[in-house]
């Protein structure tokens, strides 16, 4: 792959289930590097998904992945990775026959595939139950056999629907290194998910989604501040609070301040000039200040904003 080049392009795709619209003119680009697809249930997610990867077809627009129309196009597919959201699995078979007849559809050999299996397991945490049966796997290493059959056969893209879902902490953090390994190899990889704070954590980019529509693209803290019409709330500690709400009013961009037990809240259309002044406001009036904290420059807050 060449660096920045897009591996995933939608343009204007729209998506129709009878009469409901899943997908609304729908445009983006999704290079190497971990994006973050976030929105609530039902926004459309799950529809982008399932039309990167080949399985639905768009009633408007065009899709390329890899340069390429993914729908019913095997060649495309074998350069996906997906890991979906819902379990399948062969109940009596072991993990590693799954990964190794999944490998061997790709067109490896016998001998290609159970090597790649084995190294994909062992990669996903799943070195030690390799002749166990997925069926008696807990849901977190479920979530880690569905990443190793996505690794095993090398692909350049990987879509991974609500991939930390059932993993414990430990687990977390394992299945998160995976992703910016495969980030940092030079791989695409949309990491869909309702989790706003993991998303805030594995990825760069965040793409907001909701209503079949894209709301919001760009980092965290971009999109947050792309926000001017919403205000914002900053936490000042102080034992004197009405002191310096009194100052706090006159300053630009300041609609109200709200006396707290250990100081206030400032509600504010300018967070960053308030930031700025509150060490010469503090200082000139002999407030004593032990904090200030944004309180709504979190993921959270920017996917409420964006919703309601």
């Given amino acids: 792959m060449t660096a920045g080049t897009p591996e995933i392009t939608l343009e204007g795709v729209s998506r129709w289930y009878g009469e409901v619209l899943g997908l609304n003119e729908v445009s983006a680009e999704f290079g190497p590097g971990v994006t973050g697809l976030l929105g609530p249930n039902g926004a459309g997610k799950s529809t982008m998904l399932k039309i990167i990867c080949g399985m639905l077809k768009p009633d408007l627009g065009k899709v390329r992945v890899c340069g390429r129309v993914p729908f019913n196009r095997a060649r495309v597919m074998r350069r996906i990775g997906l890991c979906p959201e819902q379990d399948a699995y062969y109940p009596k078979a072991s993990a590693w026959a799954v990964v190794t007849y999944l490998t061997r559809l790709h067109g490896f050999t016998k001998l290609e595939a159970r090597t790649r299996a084995r190294h994909a397991l062992e990669r996903a945490g799943l070195g030690d139950v390799l002749g166990s049966s997925v069926a008696g796997f807990s849901k977190g ?168």
């Fill in 141 to 308: 290493m479920r979530q880690r056999f569905k990443l190793a059959q996505a690794l095993a056969h090398e692909p350049d893209v990987f879509i991974l629907d609500e991939p930390l879902n059932g993993l414990d902490p430990h687990g977390r953090k394992q299945y998160s290194d995976v992703i910016q390994e495969l980030a940092d190899d030079g791989a695409c990889v949309l990491v869909s998910s309702h989790i706003l704070h993991e998303v805030d954590a594995l990825a760069r980019r965040i793409v907001v989604l909701n209503a079949g529509r894209i709301l919001a693209d760009g980092s965290a803290r971009e999109i947050r501040e792309d926000l001017s019409k919403f205000p914002l709330q900053v936490r000042i500690d102080t034992a004197e609070g009405g002191r310096l709400a009194s100052t706090l009013v006159t300053l630009d961009g300041v609609s109200k301040v709200e006396l707290t037990d250990h100081g206030a809240i400032v509600i504010t259309r300018d967070a960053g000039l308030l930031l700025d002044r509150m060490g010469t406001i503090a200082a000139e009036s002999n407030i004593p200040v032990e904090a200030v904290v944004p309180l709504d420059e979190d993921l959270e807050s920017v996917f409420r904003y964006l919703t309601q």
